[in-house]
Every structure is written in C-alpha cells, then in structure tokens.
T-cell receptor, first 114, second 110 residues
Framework: DTAVSQTPKYLVTQMGNDKSIKCEQN?????MYWYKQDSKKFLKIMFS???????INETVPNRFSPKSPDKAHLNLHINSLELGDSAVYFC?????????????FGDGTRLSIL | SQQGEEDPQALSIQEGENATMNCSYK?????LQWYRQNSGRGLVHLIL?????REKHSGRLRVTLDTSKKSSSLLITASRAADTASYFC??????????FGSGTRLLVRP
C-alpha cells in the first residue's frame, strides 16, 4: 500500500485555470505538508497542517489554498494559475510536528502551465 | 533564504568507490536530515542526526555533524549503481520547519 499518495501525477493546464491536487496518507500521521520543487530541484515548504489545523503558512500567494478535511487528507487548490506555478508539488506527512520526525513524501504532482 | 547548501552539486564515481557529500547551513538547528530522491519520485528519508550528536551510522551511510562549523557530511561507502540519485540535506529550524538545500546529484557508474 502506498503510504502517501498524490493525484494526479501529471497536470497540464492553461494559464488562468483553477486546479486541485489531492493528497492522502495511510500512515496515521498527525502532520501533513505541501512543498514546491522548482526546475533547479530546490524544495520549499508551502504549508503544514497538524490534525486539520494550519500551522505553517509560508509566503505563498493567496491563490494557493490548502484544505484538510481530516488528518489523513490535505488538498491544494490553486486559482488563476500562472506560468511561474509550473513545478513539482510534493505532499508529505510526519508522525507529529517538529522534533525528530522524518517526513514521508508522495511521488509528486508535475504541474505544467501552458 | 535557503538554509542548507550542498557541495558538490554533482558527483560521478565508479561502483565500489565511496561518495562524500557536504552540507552547510546558516542558523541554529534542532536536527539535520538527509534524504534521497530518485528521478521522478518523492524524497525518501535516510538518516537524522540531532544537534547534540556528532556522528551517526546506518548501513553503508555515515553522517557527521559539526555545529561549530555549521556543516554536515554524508558518506556512502561501497557505492552501487542503485545509489544513483539526488541527495538533499534538510535542517529542522527552531520553528520546526524543514529547510532543504538544492541537492547533490550522484551518478554511480557500473
């Protein structure tokens, strides 16, 4: 069974569209994350939720809105997509927030804006 | 700003050789973690070293941490072709955010 699964794996869409990426983890973890990896492979935290509550919100445009319906799911909705949003988006989870907690990553969603 | 920075950016070695990757960071940390990323896949956690530890081993991996120099190294011994991947260091800062470096691309030639 996949521990952290993201859908879709690939997303190709036009500038200005709205799209969502879904993430689910079956590890029983309390904390989930969204990261963005740019073309230079630099990975940057966007959001973190602990048991459905937002705890980290980096300097991300408000076109990006995370939603956590329960602690096993963290979705990412992006409005009015721009060319600069093209990247790979990774979902991750950890047992708890902070401390000595390794993070478990999904395989990413490759978003391409035309 | 970017916390961890890896050196070298790319490394090519022969199977059986050792690979050493270095990471430098800027501020105080709770712990430092190393992750591997195979092409087209997510990151996989390899090893975590706490700020009060100096060295840690896991199988063929050896990690060192020098907090006075704000640096860490990852040594992979007796490398295999399957070790070909990108390796990232990540620093857990005081607000419990994991800040990643830009990675070292390792190629192990069979």
């Amino acid at each position: 069974d996949t521990a952290v699964s993201q859908t879709p794996k690939y997303l190709v869409t036009q500038m200005g569209n709205d799209k969502s990426i879904k993430c689910e983890q079956n590890l029983g973890h309390d904390t989930m994350y969204w990261y963005k990896q740019d073309s230079k492979k630099f990975l940057k935290i966007m959001f973190s939720y602990n048991n459905k509550e937002l705890i980290i919100n980096e300097t991300v445009p408000n076109r990006f809105s995370p939603k956590s319906p329960d602690k096993a799911h963290l979705n990412l909705h992006i409005n009015s997509l721009e060319l600069g949003d093209s990247a790979v988006y990774f979902c991750a989870s950890s047992k708890k927030t902070g401390g000595d907690q390794p993070q478990h990553f999904g395989d990413g969603t490759r978003l391409s804006i035309l | 700003s970017q916390q961890g920075e890896e050196d070298p950016q790319a490394l090519s070695i022969q199977e059986g050789e050792n690979a050493t990757m270095n990471c430098s960071y800027k501020t105080s940390i709770n712990n430092l973690q190393w992750y591997r990323q195979n092409s087209g896949r997510g990151l996989v956690h390899l090893i975590l070293i706490r700020s009060n530890e100096r060295e840690k081993h896991s199988g063929r991996l050896r990690v060192t941490l020098d907090t006075s120099k704000k640096s860490s190294s990852l040594l992979i011994t007796a490398s295999r072709a399957a070790d070909t991947a990108s390796y990232f260091c990540a620093c857990m800062d005081s607000s419990y955010k994991l800040i990643f470096g830009s990675g070292t691309r390792l190629l192990v030639r069979p």
